[in-house]
């Protein structure tokens, strides 16, 4: 029985997530928004680009904007990682 419940909802996982695929590939073809909307403080991108052409590496602008206080959309601090991912993403979320 427990075999039956485990393919059954190994099936529902993968017809989801097929579902879910269409449903973005279709939203992307139409021109329409299928992510979440970018809630970044423009200050805070504009001081990373500023920073980032002063040399600063992506480490050290995490740790500048948290000394500044900057925080992401939810709330918390700067990581390498996202700081590179904002900068990546050029003028489109400034």
């Known amino acids: 029985m ?3 419940l485990a393919s059954v909802a190994q099936w529902e996982r993968e017809t ?3 579902r879910t695929r269409e449903v973005m590939q279709h939203m992307k073809r139409a021109g329409q928004v299928y992510s979440r909307p970018c809630l ?3 200050a805070a991108i504009r001081r990373m680009r500023e920073l980032r052409a ?3 590496a992506y480490r050290g602008i995490a740790q500048q904007l948290a000394a500044e206080g900057h925080q992401t959309a939810r ?3 700067w990581d390498e990682s996202t700081v590179r991912k ?4 050029g003028t489109q979320h400034a």
């Open 16 to 18: 989801i997530g097929e």
């Open 54 to 56: 002063r040399g600063m």
């Open 40 to 42: 970044t403080n423009t």
């Open 86 to 89: 904002f900068l990546a993403r």
């Open 2 to 4: 427990s075999n039956v």
């Open 75 to 77: 709330g918390g601090q």
